[in-house]
């Protein structure tokens, strides 16, 4: 079978360029499979690993849709609205935009709690076309009337399942109350636990489910356990259970 490259897909001609630039020349699993489905507009429920480029395989698409058709954005307006549940992932997801599409004109924009939000304000009041964030500072900003989700096309959920071990489904579900019922939604994870797939069939139509299968694993003969111990004891426990093992199997 014939390894699929990113210059076989249909991307538009400056993201190849930026592409090439990194030195990005083969997707991986998670990209090559989520790309082709997101470039259709269809809506996505995916499981990956962090650090298998879940974010190249859905900033591509929305950067490629942006270039397909500018649009004049209002004051407040967000076309493109991305979840993350720190703001650590918020900056990594807006740099990633920032270097895959250095050869397109868009705007974007970060919000998070923990710092002032007058910058985050004076960004949004031109209009963005991705706007990155966490729910909190989100959803503080919408009361103030600084955000207007009316007009998203594209909703993100990325790694949902922190999201949700973190206590922000309530806030996740108030969020998607606010966006428009004609929407392209996707959700990336590394699990898929019931909670996920639950919240997902409430705010996602008819998605294409991709599964990447960890690339590394626990070999099945061994066994794990977990001991409970102050942080100044932990190398006098180690020691100990390794001189026990030792003695045991001589």
């Known amino acids: 079978m014939k390894e699929l490259k990113f210059e076989g897909m249909p991307l538009a001609a400056p993201i190849q360029k930026a592409l090439a630039e990194k030195g990005y020349t083969t997707p991986s699993p998670i990209q090559a499979k989520a790309i082709p489905v997101l470039l259709e507009g269809r809506d996505l429920l995916a499981c990956a690993q962090t650090g298998t480029g879940k974010t190249a395989a859905f900033a591509l698409p929305i950067l490629n849709s942006m270039l397909g058709e500018r649009k004049r954005l209002h004051r407040y307006e967000v076309r493109n609205l991305i979840l993350t549940p720190t703001r650590e992932l918020a900056v990594q997801v807006a740099e990633s935009f920032s270097t895959y599409g250095n050869r397109i004109p868009f705007e974007i924009g970060l919000v998070y709690g923990g710092v002032s939000q007058v ?83 409430t705010l996602l139509h008819k998605p294409e489910e991709i599964r990447i299968a960890p690339l590394v694993t626990t070999a099945e003969k061994i066994d794990q356990y977990i001991h409970f111990v102050e942080q100044k004891d932990k190398l006098t426990h180690l020691l100990d259970m390794m001189s026990r093992r030792m003695k045991d199997n001589p």
């Open 119 to 201: 910058p985050q304000v004076r960004s949004l009041k031109r209009g963005l076309d991705v706007l990155v964030a966490t729910t909190g500072r989100l959803l503080d900003l919408i009361e103030q009337g600084y955000i207007e989700l009316g007009g998203v096309e594209c909703f993100v959920l990325d790694e949902a399942d922190r999201m949700l071990d973190m206590g922000f489904i309530r806030d996740i579900r108030k969020i998607g109350e606010l966006l428009p019922r004609k929407r392209q939604t996707l959700f990336f994870s590394a699990t898929m636990a019931p909670e996920i797939t639950k919240l997902a069939s």
